[in-house]
């Protein structure tokens, strides 16, 4: 079995920390593989984040970040959000307008598609207070920012499409 492969999960290595991401029924493979690479690219600025953490919201993120550890929503807004994979436009308004102060990120697999058109038309960012970030890889991400033993190598300026 591959390094990276344990049953119905994957293990990363991440700036000296370890994710293990496991793999639900009917989730694609690439859906996991985003939020690893969102949690890496982003855990140097927001060492809290996690994936998969619910928190008290009737969406759960699919990485997250608090300022500090104990937290719970609505108490305490998250300081990171993060969308991989499939998500509408209306579900990143709907959040954009409830968080205009959390830093967004949204990943994408494959080409652009109407995403950066739609998220520059969208007239709920020009009361934002943070970044939003688009970003995409490539259908060969796998072979180009992971190794063998699972340590992720990328650096945000070889995805980030769109800072808005």
Same mark, same amino acid.
């Given at each position: 079995? *591959?390094?990276? *492969? ?8 991440? @700036?000296?920390? #370890? ?10 493979? #690439? *859906? ?24 008290? *919201? ?10 500090? %550890?104990? @937290? ?29 102060? %959390? ?45 063998? #033993? ?15």
């Amino acid at each position: 079995m *591959h390094p990276l *492969h344990l049953e119905g999960k994957w293990r990363l290595q991440a @700036h000296g920390r #370890s994710l293990v991401l496991p793999k639900q029924a009917g989730e694609k493979a #690439s *859906h996991v593989w985003l939020k690893g690479f969102l949690w890496y690219l982003y855990l140097p600025q927001f060492p809290l984040a996690q994936v998969e953490k619910p928190i008290g *919201h009737r969406f759960k993120p699919d990485v997250v970040a608090f300022a500090e %550890t104990c @937290h719970r929503y609505p108490a305490q807004l998250p300081v990171f959000w993060a969308e991989a994979g499939q998500v509408t436009l209306q579900k990143l308004e709907t959040l954009f307008r409830q968080f205009p102060a %959390t830093h967004f990120a949204i990943a994408k697999w494959g080409n652009l598609g109407p995403w950066s058109e739609l998220l520059r038309k969208s007239v709920v960012l020009s009361r934002r207070r943070a970044p939003v970030d688009l970003l995409f890889f490539p259908e060969d991400s796998l072979e180009r920012f992971v190794t063998g #033993s699972g340590e992720i190598q990328l650096e945000l300026e070889q995805v980030l499409v769109l800072r808005l």
